[in-house]
């Protein structure tokens, strides 16, 4: 894959988060029952990193989880037989807390989506929101999903393919814009 | 990352790479989780069918075949020989044939011949996963036991595994003998002479080791697996009495520990409680036979969800 534009660096990356991180918690009023849920793979480090800050700045650690998605995907038979299944963690339970979700990119809401529906299987939080790093825009979305804290909106053609670059997968630290193959 | 398993059927453990073998074993781990939740159901199979074909009595087995596909959303369906045309004349070929004209996505069979599933796989378009045939393999018992085996000493390469008991018409020997060997473990079998094939040796390269005394395979094992005497298939007198069985070779808490202190103990049940196992083991704290049960119900619910996970089952 070619990439055709690099639209974030590790710096721009880390002054993203550090906004999306007090938002969060500037919205929900601290730290106090928020849940910070990382959707696997990449919005797993990334709901890290927001926990790591909104410690620094409220003083309180909010509990976490990490959802893995695949037993809830409405396009098993599309994306190739049996993906590989990993474990869902959530440290407490869900009920009553206020739930963020987290992910790496908003493209068609599908995986957010299996993402609720998984959290209802869980319990039932008090109200959830949706964390992302990059939103491809509104144009490309298939079902009614909108985030409510986004790093950086970023309109894109279908053509095109998101990479959000993590140290913990790819040995760096950067968003780009690939070609679809 | 790498598909953990790419087969469309599951006949035996005979066929099966050792990272074929872990892959569904980890694939096995994930699945533990849903049956603790409280909605213990998730909607990766949702719209398959799978048709439970049970030519041979089995209530635990075919229940943990039914719950694992009910967790997964698949819609079961049990047929059991009783009630089957088989018993007015259809031929095996043509029941297969007529349920798979029915488009099943996965057929789950029994049967107490060696090869019925290997046969069935030939002409069905659905995914078929071996739940025991004859005395060949029972590869989902074997799975769970290593699952057992693994969730309690954490790996199963360098195990000392001591295999009790009627082995010659044991596939729950069969299977374990293979998946353990493939996967590191040295396996030590016992048992009296005319339930120990003598071909034993040529059956793996290596990791086996046939004892002449019961206490030679217990002695220092690190997993104490015992089978069930097959009373039904005592007609022609393998042994004189149960009750000499039970002295010679029945696991005590004495001859137990001969093992290593952390030894555990599994069985494939159901048991027969003072012949090939004394209560006070069964039900002693080094038993994992629940467990067993337990994790038999992710186990098939990982075989079922990589044997039907596509449209057509591939």
Request: aromatic share 4%; proline share 4%; hydrophobic share 40%.
């Given at each position: 894959m070619v990439e055709k534009s690099r639209i974030m660096d590790s710096t721009s990356m880390k002054r993203a988060?550090?906004?999306?991180?007090?938002?969060?918690?500037?919205?929900?009023?601290?730290?106090?029952?928020?849940?910070?849920?990382?959707?696997r793979r990449r919005g797993v480090p990334l709901a890290e990193r927001i926990r790591d800050k909104i410690e620094q700045i409220e003083g309180v650690k909010p509990l976490y989880g990490i959802l893995d998605i695949t037993l809830y995907r409405d396009d098993l038979s599309t994306v190739g037989a049996n993906p590989i299944v990993n474990r869902t963690e959530l440290?407490?339970?869900?009920?009553?807390?206020?739930?963020?979700?987290?992910?790496?990119?908003?493209?068609?809401?599908?995986?957010?989506?299996?993402?609720?529906?998984?959290?209802?299987?869980?319990?039932?939080?008090?109200?959830?929101?949706?964390?992302?790093?990059?939103?491809r825009g509104r144009e490309h979305r298939e079902l009614p999903i909108q985030a409510d804290f986004v790093g950086k909106t970023v309109p894109t053609k279908q053509t095109e393919i998101i990479k959000v670059m993590l140290k913990e997968f790819d040995d760096v630290e950067a968003v780009g814009i690939f070609e679809r193959p | 990352m790498k598909k953990p398993y790419r087969r469309r059927d599951l006949l035996g453990i005979r066929d099966l790479s050792p990272a074929e073998i872990v892959g569904i074993l980890d694939t096995a781990e994930t699945f533990t989780e849903i049956s603790s939740r409280e909605v213990k159901k998730v909607p990766a199979l949702r719209g398959k069918t799978i048709i439970n074909l049970f030519f041979e009595a089995s209530t635990r087995t075919r229940t943990s075949f039914e719950l694992a596909a009910k967790r997964l959303s698949a819609d079961a369906v049990?047929?059991?020989?009783?009630?089957?045309?088989?018993?007015?004349?259809?031929?095996?070929?043509?029941?297969?044939?007529?349920?798979?004209?029915?488009?099943?996505?996965c057929i789950v069979v029994r049967h107490s011949s060696a090869g019925v599933p290997h046969q069935l796989a030939k002409v069905s378009q659905a995914a078929i996963v071996n739940a025991g045939d004859g005395s060949n393999e029972h590869p989902t018992q074997a799975l769970l036991d290593a699952m057992t085996i693994r969730e309690h000493k954490k790996h199963i390469d360098g195990l000392e595994v001591a295999i009790v008991g009627d082995i010659l018409h044991s596939r729950v020997a069969r299977s374990n003998i293979h998946l353990l060997t493939k996967l590191g473990?040295?396996?030590?079998?016992?048992?009296?002479?005319?339930?120990?094939?003598?071909?034993?040796?040529?059956?793996?390269?290596?990791?086996?080791?046939?004892?002449?005394?019961?206490?030679?395979?217990?002695?220092?094992?690190?997993?104490?697996?015992?089978?069930?005497?097959?009373?039904?298939?005592?007609?022609?007198?393998?042994?004189?009495?149960?009750?000499?069985?039970?002295?010679?070779?029945?696991?005590?808490?004495?001859?137990?520990?001969?093992?290593?202190?952390?030894?555990?103990?599994?069985?494939?049940?159901?048991?027969n409680r003072g012949i090939e196992i004394a209560s006070d083991v069964a039900d002693g704290s080094r038993s994992l036979i629940l467990d067993q049960v337990k994790y038999g119900v992710a186990v098939r619910m990982a075989v079922l969800y990589l044997a039907s996970g596509s449209p057509t089952g591939n």
């Open positions: 988060l550090r906004r999306l991180s007090t938002e969060i918690a500037e919205t929900n009023q601290g730290a106090d029952d928020l849940y910070l849920v990382g959707i440290e407490e339970d869900i009920d009553g807390k206020t739930i963020v979700l987290i992910d790496d990119v908003l493209y068609t809401g599908r995986t957010i989506r299996a993402a609720l529906d998984q959290l209802m299987d869980f319990g039932r939080p008090k109200r959830v929101q949706l964390a992302v790093l990059i939103d | 049990n047929i059991s020989v009783s009630s089957s045309s088989l018993s007015k004349g259809e031929t095996l070929l043509d029941t297969a044939l007529n349920l798979d004209a029915m488009a099943p996505d473990a040295n396996v030590r079998i016992a048992g009296p002479g005319t339930l120990v094939p003598g071909d034993l040796a040529s059956f793996v390269s290596d990791g086996l080791t046939v004892c002449p005394h019961v206490e030679d395979a217990l002695h220092g094992a690190d997993v104490v697996m015992i089978l069930r005497i097959q009373r039904e298939r005592q007609d022609s007198a393998y042994f004189p009495t149960l009750r000499e069985y039970s002295i010679h070779y029945g696991l005590t808490n004495d001859r137990l520990d001969l093992a290593r202190k952390d030894a555990i103990v599994l069985h494939p049940g159901p048991m």
